[in-house]
């Protein structure tokens, strides 16, 4: 183990996160706890956000974001060394609260291997039970000490069974804000004033760019032809270069980061299922939701899905909001309907929007990484000396 040695007079808390939101989210909440309080160190596995905001990094989360059933075997070999790893990690180390962000399935089963050595346990970010799986409530029971939830729905089905629960808010609410209005952020992309852009999100895993690119660049060059600049988001994480895509994709815009502001310069989106739909929910642009599974992958899933919608925004709407395209119905024909409807029908995207405003007025004032420092530092030994 490479730990930096114990402060006696320090409290120690673990870190576990397995993809690049769960980074971002842990590493606004380490931030958070550390401007109420010193002589805190954290340690654990992350990614470049956490480490930045001062978290040894033990294990990396390269590599280790996987989406379903399928891919998670193919990965299994994986998967089970870095659990391993993580656990003796915990057993050495002994820190005094274990806080694990999201990345469900794996961090169901550290949490099960901490309490076995007395650690206290926060989970941050609630699975989905309402969408599939609610039995894997039971095994948390006794075994996590809270349960810190984002939507006010989750409550009742943790206080149902007796585990601590609080709705702390969203981050997304504090951590969505555009750098400056669309016309100067356009300008800061080389973009257009005049012409309608779409925006092209495709997801930040690997296989996601895989499955959705090959659709997105038809679409890209249908919409082109007829006036409007497609532009392509690539997310960090993700090792392809937006100068090679730029001159295989002649016309087509490709850009690195800064997720935020493109969405906020873009008249319409085109946005892979996940965080990113909120993102573009908190942020009032119009949308319509993709995704794309192995064959084999879905058909397991649908198994065990128990909702009609996927896309976050309307699972917190209630109803369908945004139009999904998953899977079959993911085709060009339907995207290429959608996307007109998204930039030209007027009517259409006056009442989207304001369903999106209703969105997000319900996810609270914001605050959320504020409020679960206060719960970390209740659930830590208290500090005493001149930094208290």
């Not at 690049?20 to 606004?28: E, H, K, N, Q, V």
């Not at 290429?336 to 304001?354: G, I, K, P």
Request: charged residues 25%; aromatic residues 8%.
């Amino acid at each position: 183990m490479s730990c930096n040695p114990r402060d006696t007079q320090s409290v120690r808390i673990a870190v576990v996160a397995g993809e690049a939101s769960g980074d971002r989210l842990a590493a606004d909440l380490v931030s958070a706890v550390q401007k109420k309080s010193g002589r805190l160190s954290f340690f654990g596995m992350g990614g470049p956000a956490m480490r930045a905001a001062g978290v040894h990094i033990e294990q990396d989360y390269a590599g280790l974001s996987v989406v379903g059933i399928l891919e998670a075997l193919w990965h299994y070999r994986t998967l089970r060394a870095v659990l391993e790893r993580m656990k003796r990690l915990l057993a050495d180390e002994r820190p005094d609260l274990l806080i694990l962000v999201d990345y469900a399935e794996f961090n169901l089963r550290l949490a099960d291997y901490a309490k076995s050595l007395g650690l206290k346990v926060l989970f941050y970010v609630s699975p989905q039970l309402w969408a599939w799986r609610p039995s894997r409530i039971h095994r948390m029971v006794g075994r996590i000490d809270g349960m810190a939830v984002l939507f006010p729905f989750e409550v009742s089905y943790y206080q149902a069974v007796g585990i601590p629960v609080r709705f702390v808010g969203n981050p997304l609410v504090d951590d969505v804000r555009a750098s400056g209005p669309a016309a100067q952020l356009r300008e800061s992309f080389g973009l257009a004033k005049s012409t309608p852009i779409l925006g092209l999100f495709p997801g930040s895993r690997e296989s996601e760019w895989r499955r959705h690119m090959p659709t997105l660049v038809r679409l890209a060059e249908q919409m082109l032809a007829q006036g409007v600049q497609p532009v392509v988001s690539i997310a960090s994480g993700l090792d392809i270069d937006e100068k090679e895509q730029a001159r295989r994709h002649p016309g087509i815009r490709w850009v690195k980061g800064r997720s935020v502001d493109l969405m906020a310069s873009c008249d319409a989106l085109v946005v892979a299922s996940g965080t990113a739909t909120l993102e573009a929910g908190l942020l009032k642009i119009p949308m319509v939701v993709i995704y794309r599974l192995s064959w084999l992958s879905y058909g397991l899933l649908r198994m065990f899905v128990h909702v009609k919608d996927i896309a976050l925004v309307n699972i917190v709407a209630g109803r369908r909001v945004i139009q999904e395209l998953i899977q079959s119905s993911f085709t060009l024909h339907n995207l290429r309907e959608e996307t007109q409807r998204l930039l030209f029908d007027q009517a259409y995207r006056r009442s989207m929007v304001q369903a999106l405003s209703e969105v997000r007025d319900s996810l609270g004032e914001g605050g959320a990484s504020d409020r679960l420092a206060d719960w970390v530092l209740e659930l830590i030994p208290p500090l005493r000396g001149p930094y208290e």
